[in-house]
């Protein structure tokens, strides 16, 4: 079901500076040299793939474009082969520009405090716990597969008060709306409808039996005026929600268990002091942060000194801002004691990530868990990493052997 | 000792990554919607400087300052 298997639509890159695709294979086993290469080019390339689209490659340039709301419009935010015409609250706050943004955001931020998530935690524990009882006497697993895959979903299906066991459901719709729609409309909407209808349904019941999840927090919640918020505004940002919970921060999870099943000597430090894991978090989101955003190009501007046309989408990679040398020095290097670390992993202004204290919390408890239970693993060298295509980096089977090698 | 330091937060810059407030959970205070603001007027207690140019290196949006007085 979730696999990385795609319509190959697209005609190999041979030029990455000028033709580049982040739907390539190439691109989607190993980036990071290839974004190496574009930035020793310029801080914004080009390609005429996806109706035309820039990239910019260092972190100064990604910074400029997420603070500018002025040229740049958040109303797409995924680099795809089609540009539909974009529907009004498609996915509020992430796809709303100024002054709308503001408000829809602020709706949401307070569920999604620290505070807020401390609550949240002991669940977290008890669900990733369950997750390691289900494979850890079988020496093996596929730890994508069955357990980074799981932790999100089950966090944010328990804050929105739906079902833990619809998971593969919304895990289904994430997979058709973030890699096969970026090549293939009619998946992306269909798992849209299907989301909205769910969702129609869960409000349905709510009327009648209130409850005391997000689902219920959105209905209840007034505009400025005291209005109740419109259903389309309802409906995006419960959409948003399971689409942006869920994939990222299972890739997120996903990446560092990749990372510390190679780097025996990273595991054994985090086990020696757990202390140090919430710094180990921040170094492995931003060596393999998971999510590039999109933006539109609405007027002609520079950036970096390099011009922009309007009509142009723009891949906002905060994972090649991350690795930029002239921001973190060995940018290359995973160094989990990092102390200096102003990563862009949950974007920079004012979309950033309204659930990045989720993830942090959801990365922290996933990793100490499983430490704690599985201090010694590697990969499984008769299987094979695979990884995530487009919007969202994080690897989608990850054969792990458990125990110590003999 | 250290000079006296004092931290400001900018709040036109801040968007809330909290990162001042897990570093330095002495010096930062976070509002309902998770902005930042500095605990009391930002005075740096001794032996907290550390935390406090931590804090400040490590915000993603900028918006930190250290003010040595
Ligand atoms: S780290 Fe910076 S942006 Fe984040 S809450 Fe603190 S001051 Fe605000």
Redesign the interface.
């Known amino acids: 079901m979730s696999d990385v298997s795609q319509p190959a639509t697209h005609p190999p890159v041979t030029d990455w500076v000028h033709d580049f695709d982040h739907t390539d294979p190439q691109w989607t086993d190993d980036p990071f040299p290839i974004w190496e290469d574009l930035r020793a080019a310029s801080p914004v390339v080009h390609t005429e793939r996806f109706l035309g689209c820039y990239m910019p490659t260092t972190y100064e340039a990604v910074r400029e474009i997420a603070n500018d709301t002025e040229h740049f419009s958040s109303r797409r935010i995924i680099v795809r082969d089609v540009r539909p015409e974009v529907a009004r609250n498609a996915a509020p706050p992430i796809t709303s520009d100024p002054p709308v943004h503001k408000p829809a955001k602020q709706l949401l931020l307070p569920p999604f405090t620290p505070d807020a998530m401390k609550k949240l935690e002991p669940r977290m524990r008890a669900i990733c716990n369950e997750l390691i009882d289900g494979f850890i006497a079988d020496g093996k697993v596929d730890a994508a597969a069955r357990y980074s895959k799981y932790i999100p979903v089950r966090a944010i299906a328990h804050m929105l008060g739906i079902p833990e066991s619809d998971s593969d459901l919304f895990i289904n719709w994430i997979h058709m709306i973030l890699e096969l729609g970026i090549k293939d409309e009619n998946m992306l909407l269909q798992a849209v409808h299907e989301m909205s209808d769910y969702f129609r349904t869960q409000i349905e019941e709510r009327r009648s039996r209130p409850t005391d999840d997000l689902i219920s927090y959105l209905m209840n919640a007034k505009d400025k005026e005291g209005q109740p918020l419109e259903e389309s505004h309802v409906l995006g940002s419960l959409r948003l929600l399971l689409i942006a919970g869920i994939d990222t921060t299972w890739s997120a999870i996903g990446s560092s268990l990749w990372h510390l099943a190679r780097t025996p000597a990273d595991r054994e430090r985090l086990i020696a002091e757990p202390e140090l894991i919430p710094t180990a978090v921040e170094e492995l989101l931003r060596a393999y942060s998971p999510v590039t955003m999109a933006r539109e190009v609405v007027k002609e501007t520079t950036i970096s000194g390099c011009p922009v046309k309007p009509g142009n989408m723009v891949l906002l990679s905060f994972p090649a801002a991350n690795r930029d040398p002239k921001m973190f020095p060995d940018a290359d290097k995973v160094v989990i004691d990092r102390r200096e670390n102003r990563h862009a992993a949950f974007g920079l202004g004012i979309h950033r990530c309204v659930g990045s204290n989720l993830a942090r919390m959801e990365m922290q408890v996933a990793l100490e868990e499983w430490l704690k239970r599985i201090p010694d693993f590697r990969l499984d060298p008769a299987g094979t990493v695979t990884w995530s295509q487009g919007t969202v980096r994080g690897p989608r089977q990850l054969p792990f052997l458990l125990g110590k090698a003999i | 000792m250290a000079e006296r330091l004092k931290v400001r937060v900018d709040p036109d810059k801040c ?4 990162r001042c ?2 570093l330095a959970p002495e010096l930062f205070e ?1 509002d ?3 902005n930042a603001h500095e605990s009391g007027d930002g005075t740096v207690p001794p032996g907290l400087e550390d935390k406090a140019w ?1 804090a400040k ?6 918006a930190i300052d250290v003010i040595e007085e």
């Open positions: 968007q809330g990554h909290a407030k897990a976070l309902e919607y998770g931590l290196s490590n915000c993603p949006e900028i």
